[in-house]
């Protein structure tokens, strides 16, 4: 398949081959014909790419504000690396999409292969959407009116949020696209609505849909404008589908509604806003979210949970459906918000024209209908330096940040032969396997397990997906670096047993490792020489100070990512064992808040773990904190001595002999020691470097913890 991205870092927009995307749960594979560039956010996006550091950060001040704080706290280098990681990532372009049903996943039943529908996939030929984000298109709607639909739908759900009724007075402030669409779907509800903008042309546009008009560009009275359109009484509600930095729009709309007037913020505009305004009429400002009811809902989204029509009447697909049956019946006209077509292999010229000429409207990209060639889940890259079958040659399943940012180049700079990677979207594959050299991409995983050119595999993928791939890789008879956690459940964790004890009996064991890196840090090497002089017990005080992150995010489900102290705190149990070098022998959890909110997670814990050399220590993870303390502080107390590690960066010491601090450059959580040992044990004959049976413990610690802190 081909599809367009965006390198935010300088702009560039580029169309990359790659392998097409696998079916997954609840999605529709679709063939696309027709996409509609969205004017005004995929301007913004080319406008904030081809801005330098400095006018990056002043289009986005709450980002900066973030990376500050992560300086103080990781160092200057650290956060440097991760800003230019992000900037280097390309994005996908697009939100509006028309194809055809290609194939859908067992849990569809609304539609079928060889449906027409309308997504919100991006500009690719080949897209994969969810269920509740397509809707099928009537017979008598054609492909390049149907693209307009996503966008028509942002402009509905600001309506609905306006409730306007028959006989009110509407402004719509800018009246481009999303304008245009407005004022028709306003007019279709009986409102006199008047057209504010500075383009004369896309004025003349809105009159012809029935608005009155009003050119602010002149040197004319903006308000009174409006006052004179509802006869001096102030307008019933005002929609701004404006895009500008300038605070005018909500000033004007504030001061030309009548008291207890409604102002629906569609677009982007400044929201300095006069409080006496707001205050005198007692004025209703509400920012409309995209689609309707659903948008950003992982449930609705992802996991294909419709709201009931009862209690919610206009979700996301259901505005879509909407739309779809006005353009049917003929009252919302498109044609004449068609600007431009062009080809989809002559995208970059279409994103020229949307640079340069401010005079656009809806741009039309146009696919051809070779389909076969588009599915394809593998792809030869360009690297294809002969290989060594007697070294590590690696093939990597998962490309998200963590693996594309840390894992893969640690991986090709400690040695490592780079064969295939699989991504389940396909992009990732491409982009990253071309980066570091591999020599295929491929969204088909099984194929790797298959082939005997691969005989080392790393699993970077969601957590859920863990204990399948380590059990497949094991009895295929290759190694394994699984990103923790080994395994989310008791049940996982005894198939990978299982499975490990059959492949025992084998006289090639191959290798099995835990990404637990914090272990190979230079900070945690020098603290364990240091607690190796002495044999007393320890006691330990891990904090992680872990940050917040939403109650619907994938690694809060229990399901999906095992929940937060199996995906990351499991990092401080393999530790702490590491350090207090001695048997686990009770696991003591309790978290904070209680049964009856719904809302508490077990991310805000204290876990205590006893070992049997008669060490002990307490894990404290806590979501509830502040970023501009240190992530992560170690305390560790013995025979009289006490040393401190702050983030991975400082190690104190109090009472030792001869020591009294180290301290990086730059933070180091072991990410790339990690990995460098892994590939030597490999190439060296060695054992691994963790023993199965600390692997094993540790994973079974950390599911008891979990275990507990989830029945509280």
């Given at each position: 398949?081909?599809?367009?991205?965006?390198?935010?870092?300088?702009?560039?927009?580029?169309?990359?081959?790659?392998?097409?995307?696998?079916?997954?749960?609840?999605?529709?594979?679709?063939?696309?014909?027709?996409?509609?560039?969205?004017?005004?956010t995929e301007r913004m996006l080319l406008e904030f790419g081809d801005a330098n550091l400095l006018g990056k950060a002043q289009q986005q001040p709450e980002k900066v504000k973030l990376v500050l704080e992560k300086m103080k706290t990781d160092g200057i280098l650290t956060t440097i690396d991760a800003v230019r990681s992000k900037l280097n990532q390309p994005i996908p372009l697009g939100y509006s999409n028309v194809g055809i049903v290609e194939n859908i996943s067992d849990e569809v039943d609304v539609f079928k292969p060889g449906d027409r529908v309308v997504s919100n996939g991006r500009h690719a030929d080949v897209v994969r959407v969810p269920k509740n984000l397509c809707a099928k298109i009537p017979d008598n709607v054609s492909d390049e009116k149907a693209a307009f639909t996503i966008v028509s739908s942002i402009s509905l759900q600001g309506i609905r949020l306006a409730k306007p009724t028959l006989g009110e007075t509407f402004v719509v402030i800018g009246v481009g696209l999303l304008g245009l669409i407005t004022v028709q779907l306003l007019k279709a509800q009986g409102i006199k609505v008047l057209a504010i903008d500075i383009d004369e042309n896309k004025l003349m546009l809105a009159k012809n849909f029935g608005a009155e008009i009003f050119n602010s560009n002149e040197d004319t009275d903006t308000v009174a404008a409006g006052m004179a359109f509802s006869k001096g009484v102030g307008v019933d509600g005002v929609i701004i589908t404006a895009s500008t930095k300038s605070n005018i729009p909500i000033a004007n709309a504030a001061q030309m509604s009548r008291k207890r007037g409604r102002i629906i913020l569609v677009g982007v505009t400044g929201l300095n806003i006069n409080r006496a305004d707001f205050y005198e009429k007692e004025l209703t400002l509400q920012v409309s979210c995209s689609y309707g009811p659903g948008r950003y809902d992982p449930d609705y989204e992802e996991n294909g949970i419709d709201y009931p029509?009862?209690?919610?009447?206009?979700?996301?697909?259901?505005?879509?459906?909407?739309?779809?049956?006005?353009?049917?019946?003929?009252?919302?006209?498109i044609d004449e918000l068609i600007s431009h077509r062009y080809n989809f292999e002559n995208a970059s010229t279409a994103y020229d024209t949307l640079k340069n000429d401010r005079n656009t409207l809806g741009i039309l990209l146009l696919y051809n209908e070779n389909n076969q060639s588009r599915y394809k889940n593998n792809k030869k890259l360009s690297f294809n330096k002969p290989l060594d079958s007697t070294r590590p040659v690696i093939s990597f399943i998962g490309a998200g940040n963590y693996a594309s940012r840390i894992l893969i180049p640690s991986f090709k700079s400690a040695g490592a032969q780079l064969q295939t990677i699989v991504t389940s979207g396909g992009i990732n594959s491409v982009f990253h396997?071309?980066?570091?050299?591999?020599?295929?991409?491929?969204?088909?995983?099984?194929?790797?397990?298959?082939?005997?050119?691969?005989?080392?595999?790393?699993?970077?993928?969601?957590?859920?997906?863990?204990?399948?791939?380590?059990?497949?890789?094991?009895?295929?008879?290759?190694?394994?670096?699984?990103?923790?956690?080994?395994?989310?459940?008791?049940?996982?964790?005894?198939?990978?047993?299982?499975?490990?004890?059959?492949?025992?009996?084998?006289?090639?064991?191959?290798?099995?490792?835990?990404?637990?890196?914090?272990?190979?840090?230079?900070?945690?090497?020098?603290?364990?020489?240091?607690?190796?002089?002495?044999s007393a017990p320890k006691s330990f005080i891990m904090t992680m100070n872990a940050g917040f992150i939403p109650s619907d995010h994938w690694?809060?489900?229990?399901?999906?990512?095992?929940?937060?102290?199996?995906?990351?705190?499991?990092?401080?149990?393999?530790?702490?064992?590491?350090?207090?070098?001695?048997e686990i022998i009770y696991s003591i959890a309790r978290k904070m808040g209680d049964n009856g909110n719904k809302e508490i997670t077990e991310d805000k814990a204290v876990i205590t773990l006893g070992f049997k050399d008669g060490s002990f220590g307490s894990i404290n993870y806590f979501a509830n904190g502040?970023?501009?303390?240190?992530?992560?502080?170690i305390e560790i107390f013995t025979s009289g001595k006490i040393l401190q590690i702050d983030n991975f960066r400082t190690l104190r010491g109090f009472g030792w002999n001869n020591f009294k601090n180290y301290k990086l450059i730059r933070q180091d959580k072991g990410q790339v020691a990690c990995p460098d040992a892994f590939i030597k044990s490999i190439i060296n004959g060695d054992n691994c470097p963790l023993n199965i049976e600390d692997i094993f413990e540790v994973a079974n610690v950390t599911i008891e913890v979990a275990r507990q802190l989830n029945s509280q």
């Open positions: 398949m081909k599809q367009l991205l965006q390198n935010l870092a300088n702009g560039q927009t580029q169309i990359i081959d790659a392998p097409s995307p696998v079916i997954s749960p609840g999605t529709l594979l679709i063939t696309t014909t027709t996409t509609l560039i969205s004017a005004g029509i009862g209690f919610v009447r206009w979700t996301e697909q259901r505005n879509f459906e909407a739309v779809l049956e006005m353009m049917s019946n003929g009252s919302l006209e396997g071309e980066k570091f050299g591999f020599r295929e991409a491929s969204t088909e995983v099984n194929q790797i397990f298959d082939n005997e050119i691969t005989n080392t595999v790393v699993i970077a993928t969601r957590h859920d997906t863990h204990a399948l791939f380590v059990n497949k890789a094991l009895s295929a008879g290759k190694n394994v670096f699984v990103e923790k956690p080994l395994a989310i459940s008791f049940e996982e964790l005894e198939t990978i047993k299982s499975t490990y004890d059959k492949i025992s009996q084998k006289n090639t064991l191959p290798r099995l490792m835990v990404g637990y890196n914090r272990r190979f840090s230079p900070i945690i090497k020098k603290t364990k020489e240091l607690l190796e002089s002495t690694v809060q489900d229990h399901k999906k990512g095992g929940g937060r102290i199996i995906g990351e705190a499991c990092h401080y149990i393999d530790l702490m064992k590491y350090l207090a070098n001695s502040h970023k501009s303390f240190p992530k992560e502080r």
